[in-house]
């Protein structure tokens, strides 16, 4: 099994689920000795297959894939109907039909159909967000020559992940642009920032640690690396790459003065997720409800149809957003290392 202490350059690419992450993204980091993750969220596993055909194609070996964790808890459909109530006349003024609370059930992302895929495929690093993974699930896939890692946010989450077999951890700091991996959906995302929460996870668990959120200078990567973790995993910074597959909406809002502050809202998944302060989330954060994954389909026409509009669209963004620059993953991924 490949070990994530034997990087060339201590630096993993988030795994940028909804369109961000492209396997040329993955490959770029991958050659600039750094490792690329592949996000399987949201895809169809025939999506997924194909990216890591794709990945492959490109002459790399091992690299990562990402996977949610199914929800432990059924969706409260009277919390849907309530936030949908609240979007209804925003929906009406994009000409979108939203579907009913009733037609927004529980959707596990094709789960099993991933992990038989990780399997398949023999994937070097297979992640999870979202949750924790069973055992029985971390032991088939380390049976099958993959090492597993679980994305956690509070040291006791550090713990029970470690208690599946997992291999290593991504400890992800409160700065962290995207959804926070808390493993209860309804919990508040906890705000312990990160170095303390790598040396909290350091005292309790001994697996190694990739730390990730807000690291977007090599000066903080130098920082969090001296406190133990073997690399630091950064999405934000390579939002406005080459490689990366971010609408241009949103890379655009990225370098945009005007657009000052992130903030964490379930204004659009139902997960608290951080992202620049927009309209939507200005209209909606307040009447959000913590239904995913309904939520995020919920407001899925929306967004498409606002693709072109940074005031209807989730502009995740950790705090670093304004060193995300245009050039290619690769030099990030080296200025990083
Ligand atoms: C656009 C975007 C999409 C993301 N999608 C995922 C994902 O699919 N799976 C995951 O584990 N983390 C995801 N994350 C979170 C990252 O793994 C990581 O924790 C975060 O990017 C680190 O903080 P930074 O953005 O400040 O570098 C995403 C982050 C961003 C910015």
Redesign the pocket.
């Known amino acids: 099994m490949v070990d994530l202490r034997d990087l060339a350059v201590p630096v993993v690419a988030?795994?940028?689920?909804?369109g961000?992450t492209t396997p040329e993204l993955v490959v770029a980091t991958n050659n600039a000795g750094g490792m690329g993750q592949l996000?399987a969220?949201y895809l169809t596993p025939e999506r997924v297959a194909s990216d890591i055909a794709a990945v492959r194609a490109g002459g790399v070996e091992t690299f990562g894939v990402?996977i949610f964790v199914p929800e432990a808890e059924p969706v409260d459909r009277e919390a849907v109907a309530r936030y949908r109530d609240h979007i209804l006349e925003y929906a009406a003024s994009l000409g979108v039909d939203l579907p009913t609370a009733d037609e927004l059930g529980d959707d596990d992302d094709h789960f099993d159909a991933k992990i038989a895929l990780m399997c398949d495929e023999r994937i070097p690093f297979v992640?999870f967000?979202f949750g924790c993974p069973s055992p029985d699930v971390v032991s088939e896939l380390r049976r099958h020559g993959c090492s597993v890692g679980v994305?956690v946010t509070t040291a006791d989450d550090a713990v029970l992940a470690a208690g599946t077999g997992a291999d290593w951890l991504c400890v992800?700091g409160p700065?962290?642009?995207?959804?926070r991996?808390v493993f209860d959906r309804r919990t508040e995302p906890p705000t312990q920032p990160l170095n303390d929460l790598v040396r909290a996870v350091r005292a309790r668990v001994e697996l190694p640690m990739v730390a990730?959120?807000?690291?977007?200078t090599p000066e903080r990567a130098d920082r969090v690396r001296s406190l133990g973790p073997v690399a630091v995993?950064?999405?934000?910074?390579l939002?406005r790459t080459h490689e990366a597959g971010t609408k241009p909406a949103h890379a655009s809002a990225l370098a945009d003065a005007a657009r000052t502050e992130t903030v964490v809202t379930r204004a659009f998944s139902g997960r608290p997720a951080r992202a620049l302060r927009n309209r939507f989330i200005d209209r909606f954060d307040g009447a959000a409800v913590a239904e995913y994954p309904a939520v995020n389909t919920l407001t899925g026409g929306l967004r498409r149809a606002a693709a072109a509009d940074p005031d209807g669209i989730n502009l995740?963004?950790?705090?670093?957003f304004r060193e995300a620059v245009v050039e290619s993953a690769s030099d990030t991924v080296r200025r990083l290392g």
């Open positions: 988030a795994p940028m689920a909804g961000p996000a969220g990402n992640s967000a994305t992800q700065d962290a642009g995207g959804h991996s990730a959120g807000g690291v977007a995993q950064v999405g934000t910074v939002l995740w963004a950790g705090t670093g």
